[in-house]
Nanobody, 126 residues
Framework: QVLLAESGGGSVQSGESLKLSCVVS????????MNWFRQRPEKAREGVAS????????IYAASAKGRFTISQDSAKNTLYLEMNALQPDDTGTYYC???????????????????WGKGILVTVSS
């Protein structure tokens, strides 16, 4: 069992930044990928970014490219999502997720997730 605990959410103004953290605990030897997903109001959950634990390779959704950065600190068992130039459309609940490779890569796809965090709210006001 892998436990994921997000922190760092909150309310910001348009154009500001936030950095989310996710502490990973438990038996994670079968986890190859760490991901961030989000669910915006009245929309389906969507992938934001993925990182391969073994080599740090990253993949971003189009909405995140150039503004968001996913990273990991293996010594602290912590995953991060740095979000810059936030817009009201980024408002939603952000989820940390752990899982496996799909088609040989870590991808922010729900099908590859084995464990979910409880989520943390990010609100961006205009």
């Amino acid at each position: 069992q892998v436990l994921l605990a997000e922190s760092g959410g909150g309310s910001v103004q348009s154009g500001e930044s936030l950095k989310l953290s996710c502490v990973v605990s438990g038996d994670s030897h079968n986890v190859h990928c760490m991901n961030w997903f989000r669910q915006r109001p009245e929309k389906a959950r969507e992938g934001v970014a993925s990182i391969d634990i073994s080599d740090g390779e990253t993949i971003y959704a189009a909405s995140a490219k150039g503004r968001f950065t996913i990273s990991q600190d293996s010594a602290k068992n912590t995953l991060y999502l740095e979000m810059n130039a936030l817009q009201p459309d980024d408002t939603g609940t952000y989820y940390c997720a752990a899982g496996r490779r799909l088609l040989g890569q870590c991808r922010p796809w729900i099908e590859g997730v084995d464990y979910w965090g409880k989520g943390i709210l990010v609100t961006v006001s205009s």
